[in-house]
């Protein structure tokens, strides 16, 4: 189970008031999942992990946002013992990305997977185009198709329509689960498993924190307070480098879910020891309007003693510090750290009064980029 240092009063029946609201969402179908894991579907993904892995010296990922970020964050934090090599591409549309990605799947036999719920985002679809035609050029129509592997919406969408037409491998994003809280489905899983993450565990560790869900409303409220009190940025800090994009889902998590209205905390993240040494001093020394979340994964005993002593330096340098400490660094301790946050995210931004679901202000520059593309 998550531990914390700190215990905010929470008004109990703002509590049950916020949480009824966030489990009766129409888009709050992830707060129910890990309790109602479609089997079919996980043998589904664990037969299309064999077959990548079977065929395949190379995996190429291509998604943006919470298309990406669930999965690579594990990716990285866990680094799974396997044989193949993955490679991300459609998160920029820089073109030197794009080619290095595809320089660096080279001669080798790979497969696809894409990832876009709305089956529309230009990132992606760029990439996509550009490994297809890769895919084509080296197997033939047919075998380049069999190996390609598309997370999408149920019915609709530029993805969708081409998966059906050619036949590509299917799964689904459920209507009623948003981008950034979609890592404990296909879109997170299948990746994961192909990667050689182990699935179940993750998936187990995400249903205790379901049924313990009273850290995670702490949080939320804590954070909410906090804001409220002026503290308008929280830095979440972590000391294992491998966590950097985990931090990069909190980031997403925390700015879609939050940033609306003139409202939320600004998300930003650090990695120390590293960061001591760049944003140490501002963290020390620099305006007092952040407070520092410190995810305290279970570690070696030097670095244990550089997070007290963190903790100590920064709480007499007047930041507010909230320790997170998960159970364990592996799929479990992952699985519980994504609900817990996604349950907190969530319940913040209600109290904030937004919609922790939706993204408004992603549009706006979609809408002058198509004006300049045109
Ligand atoms: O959380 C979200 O909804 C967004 O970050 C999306 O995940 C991101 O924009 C990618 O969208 P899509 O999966 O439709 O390509």
Same mark, same amino acid.
């Given at each position: 189970?998550?531990?914390?240092?700190?215990?905010?009063?929470?008004? %109990?029946?703002?509590?049950?008031?916020? @949480?009824?609201?966030?489990?009766?969402?129409?888009?709050?179908?992830?707060?129910?999942?890990?309790?109602?894991?479609?089997?079919? %579907?996980?043998?589904?993904?664990?037969?299309?992990a064999?077959?990548?892995q079977?065929?395949?010296?190379?995996l190429?990922l291509?998604?943006?946002?919470?298309? /990406?970020l669930g999965h690579r964050a594990l990716i990285e934090a866990l680094r799974p013992k396997s044989e193949l090599k993955i490679?991300y591409?459609?998160?920029?549309?820089?073109?030197?990305? $794009?080619?290095?990605?595809?320089?660096?799947?080279?001669?080798?036999?790979?497969?696809?997977?894409?990832?876009? &719920?709305?089956?529309?985002? *230009?990132?992606?679809?760029?990439?996509?185009?550009? #490994?297809? &035609?890769?895919?084509? %050029?080296?197997?033939?129509?047919?075998?380049?198709?069999?190996?390609? +592997?598309?997370?999408?919406?149920?019915?609709?969408?530029? $993805?969708?329509? %081409?998966?059906?037409?050619?036949? +590509?491998?299917?799964?689904?994003?459920?209507?009623?689960?948003?981008?950034? /809280?979609?890592v404990l489905?296909?879109?997170g899983l299948l990746p994961l498993a192909a990667a050689g993450v182990n699935i179940e565990e993750l998936l187990v560790g995400a249903?205790?924190?379901?049924?313990?869900?009273?850290? !995670?409303?702490?949080?939320?409220?804590?954070?909410?307070?906090?804001?409220?009190?002026?503290?308008?940025?929280?830095? #979440?800090?972590s000391?294992e480098p491998a966590t950097m994009y985990f931090n990069e889902w @909190?980031?997403? $998590?925390?700015?879609?879910?939050?940033?609306?209205?003139?409202?939320?905390?600004?998300? !930003?993240?650090?990695? +120390?020891?590293?960061? *001591?040494?760049? $944003?140490?001093? #501002?963290?020390?020394?620099?305006?007092?309007? @952040?407070?520092?979340?410190?995810i305290?994964y279970p570690t070696?005993?030097?670095?244990?003693?550089?997070?007290?002593?963190?903790? &100590?330096?920064?709480?007499?340098?007047?930041?507010?510090? *909230?320790?997170?400490?998960p159970s364990s660094f592996d799929e479990r301790g992952f699985g519980e750290l994504i609900?817990? #946050?996604?349950?907190?995210?969530?319940?913040?931004?209600?109290?904030?009064?937004?919609?922790?679901?939706?993204?408004?202000?992603?549009?706006?520059?979609?809408?002058?980029?198509?004006?300049?593309?045109?």
């Open positions: 189970m998550i531990k914390l240092n700190f215990s905010p009063k929470v008004d %109990e029946a703002i509590s049950k008031r916020i @949480l009824d609201e966030v489990y009766q969402d129409p888009m709050g179908g992830w707060a129910e999942l890990p309790g109602r894991i479609n089997m079919e %579907e996980l043998a589904e993904i664990r037969k299309s064999q077959k990548i079977n065929e395949s010296e190379v190429v291509i998604g943006i946002g919470g298309s /990406y490679v591409a459609g998160n920029s549309l820089s073109k030197r990305e $794009l080619d290095f990605a595809l320089d660096e799947v080279g001669e080798a036999d790979f497969s696809v997977i894409v990832i876009s &719920k709305s089956g529309t985002t *230009l990132e992606p679809a760029v990439a996509f185009e550009a #490994f297809k &035609k890769k895919l084509v %050029e080296k197997y033939g129509e047919k075998e380049a198709y069999s190996r390609i +592997y598309a997370t999408t919406d149920a019915n609709s969408g530029a $993805l969708h329509d %081409e998966t059906v037409a050619n036949g +590509y491998t299917r799964f689904v994003v459920p209507d009623n689960i948003g981008g950034r /809280y979609s489905t296909a879109v249903a205790e924190a379901m049924r313990e869900n009273s850290t !995670a409303v702490l949080y939320g409220f804590m954070r909410y307070a906090l804001g409220k009190k002026g503290y308008n940025t929280e830095v #979440f800090a000391f @909190l980031k997403q $998590l925390f700015g879609e879910s939050e940033g609306k209205n003139r409202q939320g905390i600004f998300p !930003a993240s650090v990695v +120390y020891s590293t960061d *001591l040494h760049s $944003l140490g001093q #501002f963290m020390q020394d620099g305006r007092r309007d @952040l407070f520092e979340t410190i305290d070696d005993e030097m670095n244990a003693k550089v997070v007290t002593a963190v903790v &100590k330096a920064h709480t007499a340098g007047g930041i507010p510090v *909230l320790l997170i400490k609900y817990f #946050f996604e349950l907190s995210c969530a319940i913040s931004a209600k109290l904030f009064g937004v919609n922790p679901f939706d993204q408004p202000g992603v549009e706006a520059y979609k809408k002058e980029l198509k004006k300049l593309l045109s």
